[in-house]
């Protein structure tokens, strides 16, 4: 569930023995990568699901950018989209929740997050709505340990709120890099890195 989009690439689907109908689905990345890439979704609309379209990327050779949502919008979902590799967003709406009634809706939602450091997405014209329930967030950043620098991750344009109070609008995670699980100098070190932060886009 945690893994449910509206719209999925990147898993596996195979039948193991030739005319069996018998198929296994694998729901995470399907390593080494897709060998296609610039696929374009336009005008494609995502509703009531965990995350709108979850894209686990491409084959590094594959030709970019990897994924290009226009026109797209997601409504009533956790996250609007998760997209690894080069991607972008344009003429997009992010509602974390409308008038829709139904009880097993979404409590909360973030909009967007940065997800790791093999990728990086432009947002263009994009419209955050109704981001104003405790734990929404639009635009949710990644903090990663200090042998990543971050840099050229992440780039907007013409990003608009419609009932986003301003607090909901952008969200650090903070971490230490002394608590941090990667190879980071001060993994462990508390008294040495009591404050030190972990890389981070904002």
């Known amino acids: 569930w945690n893994l449910g989009a509206c719209i999925y690439v990147g898993g596996a689907l195979w039948e193991g023995t030739p005319g069996s109908h018998h198929y296994t689905y694998t729901t995470g990345r399907n390593q080494r990568g ?3 890439g610039h696929m374009l979704f ?3 609309k995502t509703f009531s699901c965990r995350q709108g379209v979850l894209f686990w990327g491409t084959h590094w050779a594959a030709r ?4 290009m949502l226009e ?3 997601a409504h009533d979902v956790f996250r609007s989209s998760a997209m690894l590799g080069a991607n972008y967003m344009h ?6 929740h409308t008038a829709n009634t139904a009880s097993d809706l979404m409590t909360y939602s973030e909009g967007f997050e940065l997800y790791d450091t093999d990728m990086q997405t432009i947002l263009s014209d994009v419209v955050f709505r ?3 329930r405790d734990g929404d967030y639009c635009i949710q950043d990644m903090t990663h340990a200090n042998i990543f ?3 050229g991750m992440f ?13 909901k609008r952008f969200r650090h995670v903070e971490r230490y890099a002394w608590a941090t699980y990667h190879k980071d100098e001060c993994k462990g070190q508390k008294t040495k890195c009591p404050g030190t932060a972990g890389s981070s886009q904002t």
């Open 34 to 36: 897709r060998r296609s």
């Open 42 to 44: 336009k005008n494609t």
């Open 64 to 67: 970019e950018p990897g994924l």
């Open 71 to 73: 026109g797209f919008e």
């Open 91 to 96: 003429k997009a709406v992010i509602s974390a």
């Open 130 to 132: 109704n981001f104003d």
């Open 149 to 151: 620098k971050q840099q």
């Open 155 to 167: 780039s907007m344009k013409d990003i608009s709120f419609e009932n986003v109070p301003s607090s």
